[in-house]
């Protein structure tokens, strides 16, 4: 996904939207647990361009509709990354992945994917039920695509996240399971989501 000018290898866009009820899923897990942990999860997830290691000379920039505004990129890239984020109440994520793609700064066109594996130990976040920590289980991967044509969005953007999580609170722990995929049409604002979630079933719509 791309917000302003970062590469995010983030799950904001499959679980800020993914739980929409207050369904139970695993071990206590709520779907207004699953939507904070979203949030939490995206909080340390978001990449630069530095640190996929483009450079200051790529820049992608999405004004509020969801348009890109402009591009500057090589004309191929290849680069591997390892990003090690702390967690707001102790332990860390590593995130560790490829981009590769093409970018035409002239014609402002640019087609990439994000292939990038989470891996939390002892990541550590407040709730509002407690401090809640979570530990890759093995861990989560992300699969997303981006597509710009003449400085927009086009056609649907993609993404994927798989793995599992294991979590702990004080009066509970448990083990998330996650396998959502995510579609994103530019052309009507739409995002669709399906799939599970902590075992939550996950079939959403919506328009932004």
Known sequence: MIRNTYIACSTGLILAIAACSDTTGVNGITAADANQL???LDATSTLGVLDVGLGPSFSVSVDGSGAAASVSAPTTFDNQFTVTRQCPKGGQAVIAGRLTGTGD???H???AETIATRT???CAFETKHGLLTISGNPNIVFDGKLNIVNGALSGLQTATHKGSFTWAREG???TCDVDLSSAYDPATHTATVTGKFCGIDVNVTRTR
């Open 172 to 174: 509970g722990s448990g």
């Open 38 to 40: 979203a949030a939490d």
């Open 109 to 111: 066109t640019l087609s």
């Open 120 to 122: 939390d130990s002892q």
């Open 105 to 107: 700064r002239t014609t």
